[in-house]
């Protein structure tokens, strides 16, 4: 990482072998400053339902997201697709802050044991930043992990919304840094999670209420065949940071999937249920 970094514009060049394909790809990139955003799009998908997308769980992501919420809201939001998949997870505080938006004052969202007793902690909602009771979809994969699994076990065992997608990653362990006296720390596991029925979903993941497999678009349309396919993966993702860099969901347009248009379709047939239920 410290031969990676250095001042902005300058060339740096990754060696990189790749297993499957058995063969090393030398490929050439400029340094830059980099902004993370952990919300990367916050806007209308379609009619009034609201897309979010939650790439990280960093310190600031509960804030980030009463924002996005709020400025929906005050556009006439009826409906959120929350999109967790490939979110990796990150601060155990900001899953339950961002899981008790959506739910009623003294839901669990995430209960921990640990091996001392007296350690234990459950976590409830406050009901201090409850957003209205809208149709809620909370998307998922194989790369949600840890915080991101939270949120979907607190939204799907408290029946506040429905999770959609495939089995999520399984990382139920809370992890705790010890510092030592050189001045560098060991991490270990402390503790496991548990969702609010009580499941442990270390090595199992949460099941969503509707699985959906992620259809693969291929395409050959505007490739170059004289490129690599390192090159032409990096030129993909050094497009895709520059248009992020600016932060969430001001150029890039949201790209449609057949999980995304499910979860689309799943939250019209709620409405319409809602609408009609006696």
């Not at 976590?123 to 201090?128: E, I, N, T, V």
């Not at 089995?167 to 560098?184: H, M, W």
């Not at 497999?213 to 490129?227: L, P, Q, V």
């Not at 993702?237 to 001001?250: L, M, R, T």
């Amino acid at each position: 990482i410290k031969k990676l970094r250095g001042k902005a514009g300058t060339p740096v060049k990754l060696t990189i072998w790749r297993d499957k394909e058995e063969k090393i790809l030398d490929v050439a990139i400029k340094r830059a400053i980099i902004k993370l955003h952990s919300i990367k799009k916050s806007e209308f998908i379609e009619g009034k339902i609201g897309y979010i997308r939650l790439v990280e769980f960093q310190e600031n992501t509960p804030k980030d997201l009463e924002e996005a919420l709020v400025k929906l809201e005050s556009q006439g939001l009826d409906a959120l697709i929350l999109d967790l998949r490939y979110n990796p997870g990150g601060l155990l505080d900001c899953a339950v802050d961002v899981s008790e938006k959506f739910l009623t004052k003294d839901k669990v969202i995430v209960s921990i044991k640990s091996r001392d007793p007296a350690q234990n902690m459950v976590f409830k909602s406050s009901g201090k930043f409850l957003h209205p009771d809208y149709p809620l979809i909370v998307m998922v994969n194989e790369g949600s992990a840890s915080a991101s699994e939270i949120v979907a076990g607190a939204v799907q065992d408290n029946k506040r919304g429905i999770v959609l997608g495939t089995k999520t990653f399984g990382k139920a362990s809370v992890q705790s840094v010890i510092s030592l006296k050189d001045g560098s720390a060991l991490r270990i596991t402390s503790a496991l999670y548990y969702t609010p029925s009580g499941k442990l979903i270390k090595g199992l993941g949460i099941i969503p209420d509707v699985v959906v497999e992620r259809e693969e678009i291929k395409t050959s349309e505007n490739k170059d065949e004289n490129k690599s396919e390192g090159e032409d993966i990096f030129e993909k993702a050094e497009a895709k940071s520059s248009k992020s860099v600016n932060g969430p969901g001001k150029e890039e347009k949201i790209v449609m999937d057949n999980q995304l248009n499910m979860a689309v379709s799943l939250i019209k047939a709620m409405k319409i249920y809602k609408s009609v239920k006696p």
